[in-house]
């Protein structure tokens, strides 16, 4: 029988932090697409949202990218290393994710993931530095 799966909903914004006229390139995206199919088989790209939030006095609004993920539980640290990879590569203070009717932020320093997962999570992504340069 298979494992049961988790739901995760994340969002990725189309511009890097604080610059917005300056959207992410398509060989990010495709990188981020092949991560998930390498840890889930799969995934929905459920296409453009806008986000808004409060930072300090300052609103913040940006469009976003909005994917749906399912894994088996044993996958989750795999999900959560690409959710980490996804912040200074897509130039993200964090990284918005949902799943089972919480939610969080995700960032860089977020969660202990461990060596072989980070790496696993950089392999899958194929983010080779000298191609986002």
Known sequence: MPSPMQEYRFLVPLAADGDYAVYHKGIKWDAL????????????????????????????????????????????????????????????????????GKSWLVSEETGHSRREDREWAREALGLQLELLA
């Open 33 to 100: 697409k092949s991560g998930l199919l390498a840890v889930a088989g799969g995934f929905t790209d459920a296409g453009e949202v806008e986000g808004a939030w409060k930072d300090g006095e300052r609103l913040v609004q940006e469009r976003c990218r909005q994917f749906f993920v399912s894994i088996p539980f044993e996958n989750r640290k795999k999900l959560e290393a690409i959710f980490r990879e996804l912040c200074p590569k897509f130039s993200q203070q964090c990284i918005y994710v949902a799943s089972g």
